[in-house]
C-alpha cells in the first residue's frame, strides 16, 4: 500500500479576530491557490491515483482534502477521521485505517490522509521508526509518500519522499 500524508494549505492565523475555535479556521485564499495548485500537480506531474482520500473534520483539513478530491474527481471517496485531528494519535489513526480496509470491499492501495502538524508528522514517525521522536516536519501544503506492505503499529514503512509545496508546484 501506499500512504500519502498532506499537510493543510495555509489557514488564517490562529487568534485571528472572528476565529476564536481552532477548528473552525479557514484556508486563506492564497492557501486555496496553492492547494489547487499542488493537488493539480499531483495529478499530472506526479500522476499519483488515490482509491481514497481522508481527513481531519477541522475546516481548513477538511477544505483541502476537498480541493484534492474534486480535482481527483473523487468527492465521493473522501471521508473524515477524527484521529487525523491535531490531538489525533498514530495508534488511533492506524486503527481507524485498518477498519476501513478490513470492511471495504475493494483495494485501496493509495490512501490520502489530510492532516495537520505535529499529528502527520508523528505518524510518519511512527510508521517508519516505531516512534514520534524522529518527526517529519511538514511545511503546510507539504506531502509525504510511504510504502507500507502491511499496516502495523510501528516500523512498517519506507519513505519514498517528502516535497516541500515550492518542489511539488516545479514538477511537470
Do not use: W
Amino acid at each position: 500500500m501506499k500512504l500519502f500524508l498532506l499537510r493543510h494549505g495555509i489557514a488564517v492565523e490562529r487568534g485571528a479576530p472572528g476565529y476564536d475555535i481552532d477548528g473552525d479556521r479557514p484556508l486563506t485564499p492564497k492557501g486555496v491557490r496553492k492547494i489547487e495548485k499542488i493537488a493539480g500537480k499531483m495529478l499530472t506531474g506526479m500522476k499519483i491515483d488515490f482509491d481514497a482520500i481522508y481527513s481531519s473534520p477541522l475546516l481548513r483539513a477538511r477544505r483541502t482534502a476537498e480541493i484534492v478530491a474534486k480535482v481527483f474527481d473523487m468527492t465521493p471517496a473522501l471521508e473524515f477521521l477524527d484521529s487525523l485531528a491535531p490531538e489525533g494519535t498514530p495508534d488511533a489513526v492506524i486503527e481507524d485505517l485498518s477498519r476501513r480496509l478490513s470492511s471495504s470491499g475493494t483495494s485501496l492501495d493509495n490512501i490520502l490522509l489530510v492532516g495537520h502538524e505535529p499529528a502527520l508528522s508523528e505518524l510518519g514517525s511512527f510508521l517508519l521508526h516505531g516512534d514520534v521522536l524522529h518527526a517529519l516536519p511538514m511545511m503546510k501544503g507539504g506531502l509525504c509518500g510511504l510504502s507500507i506492505p502491511a499496516l502495523a503499529g510501528g516500523r512498517c514503512a519506507t519513505l519514498d519522499f517528502l516535497l516541500t509545496p515550492r518542489l511539488i508546484q516545479r514538477l511537470d
